[in-house]
């Protein structure tokens, strides 16, 4: 059973920061597919970034790029995002999804199987 437990959500001003952390039980991160998704209230959950298996590419949405940063720790099992300069367009409930390795990559949250239950996320003006 794959289990994921996000956490590090909070409220910040803006031009803050916060780093999100995905703990992952049951499966190595190394064989899933996974990144970061965030949902605002009323809105539909939207493609933040994701992570090649090997680390070495990464993938952005244009509205993060250059202020977000996804990694991994595969010792720990562990997904990380870190966001500087946040924006209040920002807020919302962040989860970091997985999907079986042979999935392709995909921005659409459908294509994930599993999901936690994500971190709140508030940026202030």
């Known amino acids: 059973q794959v289990q994921l437990v996000e956490s590090g959500g909070g409220l910040v001003q803006a031009g803050g920061s916060l780093r999100l952390s995905c703990a992952v039980s049951?499966?190595?991160?190394?064989?899933?597919?996974m990144g970061w998704f965030r949902q605002a209230s009323g809105n539909e959950r939207n493609f933040v970034a994701a992570?090649?298996?090997?680390?070495?590419?990464?993938i952005y949405a244009d509205s993060v790029k250059g202020r977000f940063t996804i990694s991994r720790d595969n010792a720990k099992n562990t997904l990380y995002l870190q966001m500087n300069s946040l924006k209040p367009e920002d807020t919302g409930v962040y989860y970091c999804?997985?999907?079986?390795?042979?999935?392709?990559?995909?921005?659409?949250?459908?294509?994930?199987?599993?999901w936690g239950q994500g971190t709140q996320v508030t940026v202030s003006s």
């Open positions: 992570i090649s298996f090997g680390g070495g590419t990464t």
């Open positions: 999804p997985a999907a079986d390795w042979s999935t392709p990559f995909s921005y659409s949250p459908t294509d994930y199987r599993y």
């Open positions: 049951g499966r190595t991160i190394t064989t899933l597919r």
